[in-house]
Nanobody, 124 residues
Framework: QVQLVESGGGLVQAGGSLRLSCAASGRTFSSHTMGWFRQAPGKEREFVAGISWSGGTYYADSVKGRFTISRDNAKNTVTVYLQMNSLKPEDTAVYYC????????????????WGQGTQVTVSS
């Protein structure tokens, strides 16, 4: 059974940091592009950051210089991290982990698997 399980969300003050994790299991994800998306209330889900199987990274302009994506390709579980620094109230959203077979994969429709999401709330 394929599972993408996010953790690490929470409430933080503006300027603070959070680190999200996503554990992907149930199939071989080491060759997948892994990514983070977010969805704020009343808005569409949007791309945040992505990382290829070889470690190449790409980011939405709104988070460049503040967020860092990384991955750990273990044998049976791929773990993807999103280090979020200098958080702003506009970063408040549910953050979703996703996996795709193409590179890059910045569109919602390009993702093959999704996690259930983790809430990030940034207070001003």
């Amino acid at each position: 059974q394929v599972q993408l399980v996010e953790s690490g969300g929470g409430l933080v003050q503006a300027g603070g940091s959070l680190r999200l994790s996503c554990a992907a299991s149930g199939r071989t994800f080491s060759s997948h592009t892994m990514g983070w998306f977010r969805q704020a209330p009343g808005k569409e889900r949007e791309f945040v950051a992505g990382i290829s199987w070889s470690g190449g990274t790409y980011y939405a302009d709104s988070v460049k210089g503040r967020f860092t994506i990384s991955r750990d390709n273990a044998k049976n579980t791929v773990t993807v991290y999103l280090q979020m620094n200098s958080l702003k109230p506009e970063d408040t959203a549910v953050y979703y982990c996703a996996a795709a077979l193409r590179i890059p994969a910045m569109e919602v429709a390009e993702q093959n698997y999704w996690g259930q999401g983790t809430q990030v709330t940034v207070s001003s």
